[in-house]
């Protein structure tokens, strides 16, 4: 191990459920040359390597044995400007929504949609984070990734990635690409995305015809404080199954018997069902067993009352996956990353 790498260190502090397991060894890396140096020094004794940002997408299921990598990189910086478009660029370790707000004071759009999201920047490509009809894809510019395998770095472009619903080909192959920093192509005109309801419900109740960048960012933050839990007081990694999308045939038959399905048609005779609604038809919102459980409010969010594991949050979300497979036919496919 190298002087810089802390041992067995609790990772608590280092993942949103608040699950309390240790790291074997534990480093900040804050620039290109901290990267490389931990990764040669994991390498150099044979010792895995985690890569964590904010650690709002893990589910820790045991100690790791591993180097625990936390990126603490950062820089914000304007590459391009036309006066109407521009292309920021920001390091892998910044926080996301200090970033968003960061955007949202220099006049630039785009990112409204995807305010107050947990994490990092540099996670954000992993899954493509979306929210309320917007996904980093929508403003994507570019990465640079460091290749594991090789050592090289690559830029990736916007096809690079292969990004599709909660995907892309980072998350394909997991512990293949460390990702530097990310850039996006924003706007000084707004081009507001107000299809989703409690959006354009949010901004009518506050007699907002024509929202600023602004106040669609403040109305999200206020959905999304009513709606999901704090990880700073109720331990969660916010969604914890995607939302399934399967062919119309069977959303129609589960609409035979569950007439208040809720189902958002994507073409090609294929249907996305709010998971959270099947969960909660299930009787599982509130559910408790010891403290892991299903958020009050939100059947989507696996909650961590105090003292839950990762293995008990884990066998919960497998009990949920049976039953709904069993009532609905629907299979449930588990968002955060499991280690
Ligand atoms: P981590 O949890 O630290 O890591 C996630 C994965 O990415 C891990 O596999 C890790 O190894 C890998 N990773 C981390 N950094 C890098 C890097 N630099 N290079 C390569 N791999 C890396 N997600 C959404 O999409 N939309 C939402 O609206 C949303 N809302 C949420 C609300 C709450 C309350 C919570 C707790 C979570 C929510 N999430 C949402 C999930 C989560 O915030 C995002 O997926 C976020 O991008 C994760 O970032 P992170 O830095 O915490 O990643
Ligand atoms: P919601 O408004 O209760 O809606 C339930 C689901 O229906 C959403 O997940 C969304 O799918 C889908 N939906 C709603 N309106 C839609 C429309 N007009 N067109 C297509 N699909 C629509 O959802 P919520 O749980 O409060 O979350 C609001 C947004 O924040 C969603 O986009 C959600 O994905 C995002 N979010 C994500 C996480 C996470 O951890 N991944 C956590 C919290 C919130 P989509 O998920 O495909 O958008």
């Known amino acids: 191990m190298t002087a810089q790498w802390q041992e067995q260190v609790s990772l608590k502090p280092y993942n949103s459920f608040g699950i309390d397991v240790n790291a074997r060894y534990f480093t900040h890396v804050r620039d290109d040359v901290e990267v490389r ?20 997408n893990l589910l820790l299921t045991g100690d790791v044995q591993a180097l625990v990598m936390h990126m603490a990189s950062r820089g914000l910086r304007v590459l391009e400007d036309d006066g109407e478009r521009v292309v920021v660029e920001a390091e892998a370790g910044e926080p996301w929504h200090p970033f968003v707000q960061w955007a949202l004071r220099q006049g630039f759009t785009g990112l409204e949609n995807l305010s107050l999201i947990p994490g990092t920047v540099g996670a954000a490509p992993m899954q493509n984070i979306g929210a309320y009809g917007v996904e980093i894809k929508d403003v994507f510019a ?19 990635c292969a990004f599709a619903y909660r995907e892309s080909v980072f998350k394909r192959s997991p512990g293949r690409w460390l990702i530097l920093r990310v850039r996006f192509a924003l706007h000084r005109t707004l081009q507001a995305h107000l ?26 933050c206020a959905i999304r404080r009513e709606k999901l839990p704090d990880p700073a007081e109720l331990g969660n ?27 958002y048609p994507q073409g090609d005779d294929q249907v996305k069902l709010a998971a959270g609604w099947l969960i909660e038809q299930a009787g599982w919102k509130g559910y408790r067993e ?31 996956q049976a039953d709904i497979h069993a009532r609905f036919g629907v299979e449930l496919e588990m968002e955060p990353n499991l280690y």
């Open 290 to 320: 010891g403290d892991a459980g299903v958020h009050r409010l939100q059947s989507l969010v696996l909650v961590n009352h105090g003292q839950a594991t990762g293995a008990q949050l884990h066998a919960l979300a497998g009990k949920i």
């Open 142 to 160: 570019g990465l640079t990734a460091l290749d594991r395998h090789s050592g090289e770095t690559r830029e990736f472009s916007l096809e690079d």
């Open 37 to 56: 140096q931990a990764l040669a020094g994991a390498a150099a004794e044979d010792i895995p390597v985690l890569v964590v940002g904010g650690g709002s």
């Open 237 to 263: 990694a916010g969604s914890f199954f995607k939302n399934p999308v399967v062919p119309m045939v069977l959303a129609e038959r589960i609409r035979r018997d569950h007439p208040g399905l809720v189902a």
């Open 195 to 220: 299809e989703y309801g409690p959006v354009r419900q949010r901004l009518r109740e506050q007699g907002i015809e024509q929202p600023t960048a602004q106040a669609i960012s403040d109305a999200i």
